[in-house]
């Protein structure tokens, strides 16, 4: 019974650590993300007042984003920004190379290639 409770722990244990590692990687990625949204927007060639314009958006929100890109910002407003600066905003799978995850997910992943 307490080689039992040994594994369950060990188990949670290293599920947590797992958890902490994936929220610091997705932190870089999500500042890096933004980093790059910031760019793209500043270097649009139009003013913060036209793309609140073509976005819908208000301008302190697009101010906001370009001065001090937030990581928790709305994504709706991510989309809207890059839209009137004249970027479309896609999802792409992973290469599974990278992918951490995918042997935890229901499907069967496809084989790795070379």
Not at 35 to 47: E, F
Not at 57 to 70: D, G, I, Q
Not at 81 to 107: M, Q, S
């Amino acid at each position: 019974m307490g080689n039992n409770y040994s594994r369950k722990k060990a188990r949670l244990s290293h599920a947590v650590q797992v958890r902490k590692e994936s929220k610091k990687k997705y932190a870089l990625e999500i500042k890096s993300f933004m980093a790059n949204v910031k760019h793209l927007v500043s270097g649009c060639g139009l003013t913060q007042t036209q793309i609140s314009l073509f976005s819908g958006l208000a301008k302190s929100a697009v101010t906001r984003l370009v001065k001090e890109p937030n990581p928790t910002a709305r994504i709706n407003s991510i989309i809207q920004i890059l839209g009137a600066a004249g970027y479309e905003l896609k999802i792409v799978p992973k290469d599974p190379r990278k992918d951490e995850f995918r042997e935890h997910r229901r499907f069967k992943p496809p084989p790795l290639e070379g």
